[in-house]
């Protein structure tokens, strides 16, 4: 299997003793701003275009969510770069206030082990700003790592992937969707209760409940299960950034690995025509039931036939078996892994301790369940979601997940010597390098970043360089000493 570029971004839930949602995007601004670590400010917007739509025309606007206009009561409006904040990381990561939540988009990587290490540094990067936020204000500062407030609004833990243009919109469409589906079955944070569709006393996903159309280029309100924005951050003639926001955000590396790494499956799957075939009357509500039904929820395809999520998966499972075996031992990992869960599952009353160390709503649910059993109560929602809220705090000594991985009821954390080095650097040769060796070296010389593109004053003047998202960037780039040097190695990689 061909290696995939691939980043993921974070909108975490903030919360500010003392304040409310009039103050919230203030706060988070304030947050991203305290960062403590090198970086640079701001970010290079020319080259995105968030209403194109793969499908070949551009939204006149995109829609916002009503609630959101809650958080801008009675506040002055801020010009554009001063809202969002943005800081350019020593590890080539972004970190900008998105819509009242901090928000870290990790470096590209190419493996998902990498990206589970970077996105476990973009969490000690956000509680590290919001603890030196909270003692230059001294006032409580939390952040989650979660998907929903509580009280109907939806935060994204969004993925990117780079494809070929080739592919297009209806084989994407068609390969990655019922993925997108059925993964939550084995990748879902979980979450008591339910905000909106169906009610429930628990699901196996935050994010599933808020999409409710099949495909469209919208983020913040009438969400599909499959996003359309064209947005490549590339070369447009080359590349599609598949843009996915219908995943969660999941406090376990395992169940992150997990989900990028069946998208990248069906990806290539269907690069090779191999892609299984189901074709779904309804995502929308196909992914909700999966999310809701904790079992093999009947999916109804367009034919009038029904699946279940674990036919999905199995079937996708198996067809990369037969098309990757011997190619790549990680893909053989995951695989073998993904059945593994598959195979729990069937097994659940015998085996839940085994699964709740690899699915994290598992882990979740049973963590509730011992609540109320150690208790000697009955279930009780508002206690529940208290219970899963508190999962997902990120301060140091206070999460329950952490708590969780220390009586080893889930699998171990990741090794922090590992994380803490993503903090300040990029381990794969992506152009993230670029950025990095940019912000650490030269910060000086940097006039204007973005994910695809990179402006240096050199001693010629400014120049913007086009990074390319598939090279290599070592060698020349890696041992420059001078911003010109770094300019003259990025133009001929």
């Known amino acids: 299997m061909r290696p995939i570029l691939c980043g993921l971004e974070t909108e975490y839930g903030l919360e500010v003793a003392g304040s409310g949602p009039s103050e919230q995007s203030d706060h988070a601004r304030a947050v991203v701003e305290s960062h403590p670590g090198p970086c640079v400010v701001g970010w290079d917007y020319r080259h995105e275009s968030?209403?194109?739509?793969?499908?070949?025309?551009?939204?006149?606007?995109?829609?916002?969510?009503?609630?959101?206009?809650?958080?801008?009561?009675?506040?002055?409006?801020?010009?554009?770069?001063?809202?969002?904040?943005?800081?350019?990381?020593?590890?080539?990561?972004?970190?900008?206030?998105?819509?009242?939540?901090?928000?870290?988009?990790?470096?590209?990587?190419?493996?998902?082990?990498?990206?589970?290490?970077?996105?476990?540094?973009?969490?000690?990067?956000?509680?590290?700003?919001?603890?030196?936020?909270?003692?230059?204000?001294?006032?409580?500062?939390?952040?989650?790592?979660?998907?929903?407030?509580?009280?109907?609004?939806?935060?994204?833990?969004?993925?990117?992937?780079?494809?070929?243009?080739?592919l297009g919109f209806a084989r994407l469409y068609r390969a990655v969707t019922p993925i997108l589906v059925a993964r939550s079955l084995i990748c879902g944070a979980g979450k008591a209760r339910s905000e909106q569709g169906a009610p429930c006393r628990f699901q196996a996903s935050q994010r599933a409940e808020f999409l409710t159309q099949p495909a469209n280029a919208e983020t913040l309100t009438n969400r599909p299960v499959f996003n359309t924005r064209d947005e490549p951050h590339a070369s447009r003639q080359a590349w599609i950034r598949l843009h996915v926001i219908a995943g969660d955000a999941t406090m376990s590396a395992h169940c992150t690995r997990r989900r990028v790494d069946l998208v990248k499956t069906a990806i290539a799957l269907e690069e090779r025509g191999l892609a299984p075939?189901?074709?779904?009357?309804?995502?929308?509500?196909?992914?909700?039931?999966?999310?809701?039904?904790?079992?093999?929820?009947?999916?109804?395809?367009?034919?009038?036939?029904?699946?279940?999520?674990?036919?999905?998966?199995?079937?996708?499972?198996?067809?990369?078996?037969?098309?990757?075996?011997?190619?790549?031992?990680?893909?053989?990992?995951?695989?073998?892994?993904?059945?593994?869960?598959?195979?729990?599952?069937d097994h659940l009353a015998d085996r839940t301790r085994e699964f709740c160390a690899q699915v994290e709503w598992a882990a979740k649910l049973a963590m509730i369940e011992g609540f109320f059993q150690a208790e000697g109560t009955e279930f009780e929602p508002a206690t529940a979601a208290?219970?899963?809220?508190?999962?997902?705090?990120?301060?140091?000594?206070?999460?329950?997940?952490?708590?969780?991985?220390?009586?080893?009821?889930?699998?171990?954390?990741?090794?922090?010597?590992?994380?803490?080095?993503?903090?300040?650097?990029?381990f794969e040769p992506t152009r993230a390098v670029a950025r990095s060796i940019a912000i650490t070296r030269f910060p000086e010389a940097v006039r204007e970043t973005s994910w695809g593109t990179l402006t240096l004053h050199t001693s010629r003047g400014p120049l913007e360089i086009m990074l390319d998202p598939i090279a290599e960037y070592a060698g020349a780039v890696q041992e420059a000493r001078t911003a010109d040097e770094l300019a003259e190695a990025l133009k001929t990689t």
């Open 386 to 426: 208290s219970l899963d809220l508190a999962f997902h705090h990120l301060s140091e000594g206070e999460g329950l997940y952490p708590a969780l991985q220390a009586e080893g009821l889930v699998a171990p954390p990741l090794d922090l010597s590992e994380v803490e080095a993503r903090e300040r650097t990029v």
């Open 50 to 166: 968030p209403r194109r739509d793969l499908r070949g025309f551009s939204l006149e606007r995109l829609a916002h969510d009503d609630r959101d206009a809650v958080y801008d009561l009675g506040r002055a409006p801020l010009p554009a770069h001063v809202e969002r904040a943005d800081r350019v990381l020593a590890n080539g990561a972004r970190l900008y206030n998105d819509h009242g939540h901090p928000e870290y988009s990790t470096p590209e990587c190419l493996s998902s082990r990498e990206l589970a290490l970077h996105e476990a540094a973009g969490d000690r990067i956000v509680a590290q700003a919001a603890q030196a936020y909270a003692q230059r204000i001294g006032r409580d500062v939390r952040v989650y790592k979660n998907n929903s407030d509580g009280h109907g609004a939806s935060y994204g833990a969004h993925e990117n992937y780079l494809v070929p243009r080739s």
């Open 277 to 345: 075939a189901w074709d779904l009357a309804n995502p929308g509500a196909a992914i909700e039931a999966t999310s809701k039904d904790l079992g093999d929820a009947r999916l109804v395809l367009a034919d009038g036939a029904e699946t279940t999520p674990t036919r999905i998966l199995r079937s996708y499972l198996e067809a990369a078996v037969d098309a990757f075996s011997g190619e790549d031992p990680f893909e053989a990992e995951l695989v073998a892994n993904a059945r593994e869960c598959l195979r729990l599952l």
